[in-house]
């Protein structure tokens, strides 16, 4: 079959499974489910795996991480890794669809907490299942191997839990297989239907932070007889603010603490108090000096209140790095999808992915697919249409994604699994 042939047969599957990937999605929109608990979720993947007649389909990879591998019918040695990220967040749903989450997890750490998926990895999910059977339909035309790589705990594991992309490499999940390139996709908050990318740095670098000041429990109206923590919690956080001016401009990098955690009541000063946050460097390099950075103050704080700060930096994530090479060897796959002019730059993020643990292993490459009511001004800045949903970025309790453009994730999927099998999307050295 001519390649062009190939290609048109791509887009007319992909549309004839378009209705079953928008159930798909909204399925797993309604019943949502954390980091590490994504049972029900793969059991999904697993038997529509399984229902397609893969060479094979790993389950329970790192807790409930499920790959399937589809061998093609004509020789090759390439192995293309097409990954989707399969849990939710700790974020109330309030996007306004008929199929928004109610679902409350009152056993998670840290919970009960409302559950959603505010970052579009059902999305991700329901795209990767629906390139899945198209692949498998043309599966003799094929000359390699494809990976399905459905991971889970994207967002983090519980603390005290081993989870996301570098454990189930760990447990094998490439085992014997070894790709010759990965890919990834993610739903972004830019025009309906466009991919963007950036050369360089998609996401950013990443860590996790814990700071424990501890004191000297007191009656609160005693303070003078105890060591109160909590004036040190305040002079963190004001100097935590100040980082990025420490650091060079042009090299963005942020510190952000997201919840503390405190041990008392109104009337008790606490033994302890727990902030945890998170370090986001554009530049991978600069990780260490900001952690020596949040180290000195939080020591420095702690004793100037007269107490002791422990601080330890957890679950680091490494940039995910789009290489020149990879962008130009795999731009006309994109552009034959959705157009030249739908082909567009980003300034990249400073979110992490994990993903970064495929990309950076073995090649690839990892975009954005525009999903929601966006238009992009004269300096490429992202706005909202006249009369849209808006703008609403992902993590965000109002975060959508247009249904009618997974179709168009579905596309791109096959598009480059099989441009690169057939050594078109191959970087030039």
């Known amino acids: 079959m001519a390649e062009s042939t190939v290609h048109d047969a791509f887009d007319r599957a992909a549309a004839a499974v378009a209705d079953q990937v928008i159930a798909w999605r909204q399925h797993l929109h309604q019943h949502p489910e954390l980091s590490n608990r994504e049972e029900k979720t793969a059991e999904l993947i697993a038997n529509h795996l399984h229902s397609l007649k893969l060479d094979e389909v790993r389950t329970g990879i790192a807790g409930h991480g499920v790959v399937g591998v589809l061998r093609g019918g004509r020789p090759g040695d390439r192995v293309i890794a097409l990954r989707a990220d399969i ?64 991971q889970p705990a994207e967002e983090g594991p519980p603390i005290d839990e081993k989870g996301g992309a570098r454990e189930m490499l760990e447990q094998g999940a490439c085992d014997d297989l070894n790709p010759t390139m990965a890919f990834g996709m993610h739903v972004f908050p830019y025009p309906k239907g466009s991919i963007s990318l950036r050369v360089g740095n998609q996401c950013s670098a990443s860590c996790l932070v814990k700071i424990v000041l501890n004191g000297e429990q007191v009656h609160g109206s005693m303070p003078w007889m105890g060591i109160d923590t909590m004036p040190a919690v305040g002079a963190i956080l004001t100097g935590i603010g100040q980082i990025y001016r420490q650091t060079n401009a042009y090299d963005p990098i942020t510190v952000s603490i997201g919840h503390i955690e405190d041990v008392g009541r109104f009337n008790i000063v606490g033994q302890t108090t727990t902030l945890w946050g998170t370090i986001r460097c554009a530049i991978e390099s600069d990780m260490a000096d900001v952690q020596g950075r949040v180290q000195r103050l939080a020591a420095n704080s702690a004793q100037a209140f007269g107490c002791t700060a422990d601080v330890e930096f957890l679950q680091g994530v490494p940039a995910v790095h789009n290489s020149q090479a990879w962008v130009d060897a795999a731009t006309p796959s994109f552009q034959r999808v959705v157009g030249a002019d739908m082909v567009l730059p980003n300034s990249g993020t400073l979110a992490y992915d994990d993903v970064s643990e495929f990309v950076n292993r073995y090649g690839g490459l990892y975009v954005m697919l525009g999903v929601q009511d966006i238009e992009l001004d004269a300096d490429n800045n992202p706005r909202p249409v006249d009369g849209g949903r808006g703008l609403h970025m992902n993590h965000n309790p109002h975060f959508y994604a247009d249904d009618n453009t997974l179709v168009t994730g579905v596309r791109v999927h096959c598009h480059v699994a099989y441009d690169h099998l057939v050594g078109d999307l191959l970087p030039r050295t």
């Open 87 to 150: 849990d939710a967040l700790p974020v109330p749903d309030e996007c306004g669809e008929p199929f928004a989450s109610q679902a409350v997890d009152e056993r998670y750490p840290g919970g009960p907490f409302s559950v959603s998926h505010a970052c579009g990895h059902d999305c991700h999910t329901a795209m990767l299942m629906g390139a899945a059977s198209v692949l498998a339909d043309v599966r003799e035309n094929l000359p390699g191997t494809v990976l399905f790589i459905f």
